[in-house]
């Protein structure tokens, strides 16, 4: 058989199931069902179905005592799991893909609704994901589910201690624009940029005392973008906070301080 990081990680797994009633690996049901999915399984069938086809090549790579196991048990086994537990497992396995030549990650934490999610018959509403992207792994690090995008702000700071993110870049939209998310990452040896909106008029106002007491920009950016017939242009100013005060080593205080612009307009060229 050949080996794979994906199968190692998942032979750690606790089996739940009683040694007498086992009669396929649980990392053989795991990976089968999890290179399904990836091939677009939407169904405990349809991993039955994909693991027939691809019985072959499967036999390469997993055990399989006793051939494909059944759509039933791979339901069962998977009702038995602690969802928690095997998330750290996979978690720990997308984090081994990274490339380590890669020093300065961008991480882009962002909520989303999964369309066509919502159950009305069962009166469930849809799905909020929260996720984190590796810009340059391209790469879904981990996930988080919560009851609605207000929840993001409890869910954020545990989908980054999941992480490893030491040395990286995180991003969230003005959602995540708190002091306890901001403290997580500092203190997971990571750097943040966090959004403000002018809906958030406290911390507005506080930003714009910032700005009027630095009085000076370090650094002015221009950035023009086209895509089809539209131009955007895109100006920033960025500001030097210590000039008002000098953070401590493991502060959460913001290193700098920036101003962005953009306007769009129609492109009149061929």
Same mark, same amino acid.
Do not use: C, P
């Given at each position: 058989m050949i080996r794979s990081s994906l199968y190692d990680y998942f032979?750690?797994?606790s089996d739940p199931r009683l040694n007498r009633n086992k009669k396929h690996n649980l990392a053989d049901i795991i990976v089968l069902s999890i290179l399904a999915v990836i091939c677009g399984a939407e169904?405990? $069938?349809? &991993?039955?179905?994909?693991?027939?086809? =691809?019985? $072959?090549f499967l036999r390469k790579i997993l055990h399989l005592p006793n051939g494909i196991p059944s759509h039933d048990t791979i339901n069962r086994v998977f009702s038995r799991l602690k969802p928690d537990k095997f998330e750290v497992v996979f978690i720990s396995w997308v984090n081994s893909l +990274?490339? *380590?030549n &890669?020093?300065?990650?961008?991480?882009?934490? $962002?909520?989303?609704?999964?369309?066509?999610?919502?159950?009305?018959?069962h009166e469930k509403t849809a799905i909020h994901i929260v996720s984190a992207w590796a810009n340059s792994n391209q790469l879904v690090l981990g996930q988080r589910k919560v009851d609605g995008k207000s929840n993001e702000i409890t869910a954020i700071p545990e989908l980054l201690e999941m992480l490893d993110i030491k040395g990286s870049i995180v991003t969230i939209d003005a959602m995540g624009t708190q002091k306890n998310i901001a403290k997580v990452i500092i203190d997971n040896q990571a750097n943040y940029i966090l959004a403000l909106k002018? *809906?958030?008029? %406290? @911390?507005?106002?506080? %930003?714009?005392?910032a700005l009027g007491c630095v009085g000076i920009r370090t650094i002015w950016i221009s950035v023009h973008i086209q895509? =089809? *017939? &539209?131009?955007e242009v +895109?100006? @920033?100013?960025? %500001?030097n906070p210590f000039l008002l005060y000098k953070p401590s080593r493991n502060s959460c205080s913001p290193r700098h301080l920036c101003n962005t612009e953009g306007r769009r307009s129609l492109s009149h060229g061929s």
């Open positions: 032979a750690k797994l169904s405990w $069938d349809s &991993i039955e179905e994909f693991g027939k086809v =691809r019985i $072959d +990274r490339d *380590n &890669i020093d300065k990650e961008v991480i882009s934490i $962002d909520g989303k609704t999964i369309r066509g999610s919502k159950d009305s018959f002018g *809906n958030q008029t %406290y @911390l507005k106002g506080e %930003y714009m005392k895509d =089809r *017939n &539209i131009v +895109r100006h @920033l100013l960025q %500001y």
